[in-house]
């Protein structure tokens, strides 16, 4: 499996990271560990996940990805070959959010504990927090890396002009930079990071890995019409896909599939592989099927008129 460095880190990851938000959510913890090893024996290596997955679903508070994936390690003692990314600074209820010195040095402790390990090797700042200054921030990552407690530390969800903020700071301070960035990114959404974010990273070397690689299963090809948005839990948030432009990207999708013999999603995820400035997607799987789906994605080779049909109807 080709593995691609993440930015200028020493970290090296394969084209797929497994997302770890369904863990506790969606599936189960046997369903979790059957995907994981799975994931990992196809040589796989890196999971992302966050402090508040999945506090959204009744029943949980926090942290059930994170404690799923510790559990899983440690039954497999196999930490050495994950690369395991986690966030600070989502809401976990009781005044536990954002990016304050304080609550960042409180947040590694628990997500370590729950992951059961002693270090993370990327910690994410999950939202831009205005209310703390960049300086601040940073200077608590560079406490942690110190402590050993992480190894590197990005940021998910900034603008590019919050990011070259972050930068000059970390630069003017020297303070440890953002070395990674997490944007929302596929072939329907594609302005936020396409233009002066993609062109900072790239100038900057700082890598790239894409949430939303699926735009929440619509690229699937599942959903067609209203009629179908009650087919997954996530249903209702792939209304605003369906338009004139979404039915032209999912009949590119179709002609480009029918030629790898491949699924529609399989080209989704290949399509963003191959993107200039992307270092590995994210992207979920609830069953052994999704699962080999992604497998398979990574495997594509995108032709240049591949490309070139899926930009075009994508525009």
Known sequence: ????????????????????NVFGWTIDEKTSFELLDRFAEAGFNAIDTADVYSRWHDGNSGGESEAIIGKWM???????????????????????????????????DASLKRLQTDVVDLYLSHWADPSVPYEETLGAY???????????????NLDAAQLKEALAVAQGKSLPRYEVLQPGYNLYDRAEFEGALRDLTMAE???????????????????????????????????????????????????????????LAEIAVAWLIARPGVTAPIASATSLAQLESLIRAAAIGLSPEDIEELDSASA
């Open 1 to 20: 499996m080709e593995k691609r460095r993440l930015g200028r880190t020493e970290l090296r990851i394969a084209p797929v990271v497994f997302g770890g």
């Open 205 to 263: 070397e700082i890598g790239v890995i894409t949430y939303f690689s699926l735009a929440k299963g619509f690229l699937s090809g599942k959903y067609r019409s209203e009629a179908d948005l009650g087919k997954s839990q996530r249903g209702e948030g792939v209304k605003q896909y369906l338009n004139d432009r979404g039915t032209r990207i999912l009949a590119a999708l179709e002609k480009v599939a029918a030629r790898h013999d491949a699924k």
């Open 74 to 108: 440690k039954s497999r003692g196999n930490r050495d070959d994950i690369v395991v990314i986690t966030k600070v600074g989502s809401d976990l209820g009781d005044g536990k959010k954002g990016l304050s010195a304080a609550y960042i040095e409180t947040a590694i």
């Open 142 to 156: 560079q406490k942690l890396i110190a402590k050993g407690k992480i190894r590197y530390a990005g940021a998910s």
